[in-house]
């Protein structure tokens, strides 16, 4: 059940904030949405960035943002080869945007915890990995069975 948790926490935390802080920043308060970028950021190509790219239409950038992570979401969201690839893309967005500032390096520590989930199997998608399976009795009753 942990790495299904942590699979279901992770994908919608990322369905969460494409909401929460690319769509809505980047329409409620477009001058936050660019000082993402340009505050403090580790690598001054992301100030660049920002304020060439995202600056001029930051509520495309954030569509285009929160479409991305909403992907990502579904796909870790979902199983086998599709889950992979989310958690994938999921590492490769959170390592990306750590050089915005200081406050995102505990996205290091979020992205190793993806690596680690990344090694069990994800063999079903959410919905089903939650429903009980049928034809099996429940653990605490397989246990008690006399073998």
Same mark, same amino acid.
């Given at each position: 059940?942990?790495?299904?948790?942590?699979?279901?926490?992770?994908?919608?935390?990322?369905?969460?904030?494409?909401?929460?802080?690319?769509?809505?920043?980047?329409?409620?308060?477009?001058?936050?949405?660019?000082?993402?970028?340009?505050?403090?950021?580790?690598?001054?190509?992301?100030? *660049?960035?920002?304020?060439?790219?995202?600056?001029?239409?930051?509520?495309?950038?954030?569509?285009?943002?929160?479409?991305?992570?909403? +992907?990502?979401?579904?796909?870790?969201?979902?199983?086998?080869?599709?889950?992979? +690839?989310?958690?994938?893309?999921?590492?490769?967005?959170?390592?990306?945007?750590?050089?915005?500032?200081? *406050?995102?390096?505990?996205?290091?520590?979020?992205?190793?915890?993806?690596?680690?989930?990344?090694?069990?199997?994800?063999?079903?998608?959410?919905?089903?990995?939650?429903?009980?399976?049928?034809?099996?009795?429940?653990?605490?009753?397989?246990?008690?069975?006399?073998?």
């Amino acid at each position: 059940m942990r790495p299904n948790a942590a699979r279901i926490f992770t994908g919608v935390f990322f369905i969460i904030m494409a909401i929460a802080v690319n769509v809505v920043l980047s329409f409620a308060a477009p001058d936050q949405f660019v000082k993402l970028g340009t505050d403090s950021p580790l690598i001054p190509l992301y100030n *660049w960035f920002f304020q060439m790219v995202v600056a001029p239409a930051p509520q495309v950038v954030g569509i285009v943002a929160a479409a991305g992570e909403t +992907v990502i979401g579904l796909l870790i969201l979902s199983g086998g080869r599709r889950a992979r +690839v989310g958690l994938i893309a999921a590492i490769v967005f959170l390592v990306a945007i750590t050089p915005l500032g200081i *406050w995102t390096l505990p996205n290091l520590v979020f992205a190793a915890g993806l690596v680690l989930l990344l090694r069990k199997d994800h063999p079903r998608n959410v919905l089903h990995a939650l429903r009980p399976s049928r034809g099996r009795p429940p653990a605490e009753t397989r246990s008690a069975e006399p073998r």
